[in-house]
């Protein structure tokens, strides 16, 4: 009743019937040793009475299911010897397990991929609003920044026409730096969800200044060195302007940029990029060409100088500020340009007196003034440092940057329409030469890497289409040597 048996095989039969009861505790590593059992499985047939039996039994079962996909020997050899531990019959009962649990993968993968894409897109949606919202502030901030910068400067040249004294322009111009912390407050106010008090909101951007908070102390050791920086950078640039026209004063100023990285590797050990001493370079023989176009008269050699020293002036103050006070948040930089007005007004005040009764700045009467374009220059060198110090905040900061640069252009334009300078081909290649070493100083510290992982990504784009041609050309050449290569049947006709 066992196992039937084909007639002239009765010995075969016993041997398979006793080889197949004999279930070994280590499984066979090789068909080699199983190569008996191979032989009479051909001679191997189940009754029927005995799948009626055993139907409790896996093995029987999964014998002749075709769910499992039994249809070639060598499944069904593997499963019966318990080679490597080949259990087919498990995974078939996992992959109807799964399938009773969730009827419909298909539609579940579909929806997990369109509720992923669907998050994806929301994703990269949001980004790029946002990323076009920040471009286009930073378009607006560069016009800003550009206008004012240009217009402050074009002013000063016209007020220097009607009132000689550009050390009281700065002064007055100085004590408008006094807002600065009641617009942040109100800025604060209308933006700020947790609102606080102007005592509140002071007393917490004091604490930039240490714990104590801004003492007396305080006061005079980091506040006032910084109050004469901006006083002499100021002064130095109108005093400039006095000389020489506003379009080499602007492109002279812009040289600030590489006197600061100078200073910050020397002084607060900045990490040493090659192309910002290039451009460091390029500034310093922009100044040379540009002494050289006015033929180094002893009137723009005096005006460069005291752009040059204007620039010094400012790349100081900003080392300075961070090796003395670091970085500042919005509030704490308010509070500090506004403790600057304060300073001027305190300290500053007694050097325009002084000046305008030793007739070094003399004016006839305060009815000459003209209070016009003083508020005027006033109002757009405050425009001008509120972009640059909280531009940050809304846009790029390379972007407000640009709109220092592109003030040149403009002052060129004016000076071309209002005075009379002459664009030589020496002036012209100064002011590219120290345009383009600003532009390089913009370039952020990583950006040799970012080169090198585009310049290996686009080495390995091109190597895997060199092999992809290559074997596409090669694929075809033995098919068609195969289409083309006559048959040996053809020469037996």
């Not at 579909?110 to 992923?116: F, I, L, S």
């Not at 980004?127 to 560069?142: H, P, Y």
């Not at 942040?184 to 933006?191: A, E, M, P, Q, R």
């Not at 950078?233 to 506003?246: E, M």
């Amino acid at each position: 009743m066992g196992i039937r048996e084909f007639p002239n095989g009765s010995a075969r039969g016993k041997a398979a019937s006793l080889g197949m009861r004999r279930s070994p505790d280590v499984s066979p590593r090789r068909l080699s040793d199983i190569s008996p059992q191979l032989r009479q499985l051909k001679y191997l047939v189940v009754d029927e009475a005995i799948k009626e039996d055993l139907k409790w039994s896996r093995s029987v079962e999964d014998l002749t299911s075709a769910s499992v996909g039994l249809t070639s020997i060598e499944e069904r050899i593997l499963r019966i010897t318990g080679y490597y531990g080949y259990q087919p019959w498990a995974a078939s009962c996992k992959r109807d397990e799964r399938s009773r649990e969730s009827p419909a993968p298909a539609e579940a993968q579909m929806q997990a991929g369109a509720e992923g894409s669907g998050r994806v897109n929301r994703c990269c949606w949001k980004c790029s609003v946002m990323q076009l919202k920040k471009i286009f502030w930073g378009v607006a901030v560069v016009l800003g920044v550009c206008s004012s910068w240009s217009g402050s400067t074009q002013l000063a040249k016209l007020t220097f026409k009607k009132f000689d004294a550009p050390f009281t322009l700065t002064w007055f111009a100085t004590n408008w730096n006094f807002l600065f912390f009641p617009l942040y407050y109100l800025g604060h106010v209308f933006k700020s969800a947790e609102k606080q008090s102007p005592k509140q909101r002071y007393r917490e951007c004091c604490r930039f200044f240490g714990d104590n908070g801004l003492t007396l102390k305080v006061f005079f050791t980091k506040a006032a060195p910084f109050g004469v920086l901006w006083t002499l950078t100021n002064y130095l640039y109108l005093h400039a302007i006095k000389k020489i026209n506003t379009t080499d004063v602007s492109v002279l100023f812009c040289c600030n940029k590489a006197f600061v990285f100078l200073l910050s590797w020397i002084v607060l050990r900045d990490r040493f990029m090659g192309v910002r001493i290039v451009a460091a370079i390029f500034a310093i023989a922009g100044i040379v060409m540009m002494t050289y176009a006015d033929g180094f008269h002893s009137h723009s050699v005096i005006g460069i100088a005291l752009v040059v020293g204007s620039a010094s002036m400012s790349a100081l103050y900003k080392v300075l500020f961070k090796l003395l006070l670091g970085s500042a948040k919005f509030g704490e930089a308010a509070l500090f340009l506004s403790v600057l007005a304060v300073f001027n007004v305190l300290f500053v005040t007694c050097i325009p007196v002084l000046l305008y009764f030793t007739k070094v700045e003399y004016w006839s009467s305060f009815d000459v003034i003209p209070w016009g374009n003083l508020c005027g220059f006033s109002i757009l060198l405050l425009t001008f440092n509120i972009l640059l110090n909280f531009g940050i905040a809304i846009t790029y900061p390379t972007l407000i940057s640009l709109g220092i640069v592109l003030s040149v252009p403009v002052n060129a334009v004016v000076d071309h329409y209002m005075s009379e300078i002459v664009f030589n081909s020496v002036r012209v290649i100064a002011i590219v030469i120290i345009g383009l070493g600003f532009l390089l100083l913009l370039l952020p510290e990583e950006w040799d890497v970012w080169v090198i992982k585009l310049l290996t990504r686009l080495k390995v784009r091109k190597k895997e289409e060199i092999p992809e041609g290559n074997g596409d050309i090669v694929s075809g050449l033995p098919n068609k040597s195969r289409r083309t290569r006559p048959s040996m049947s053809s020469f037996a006709h």
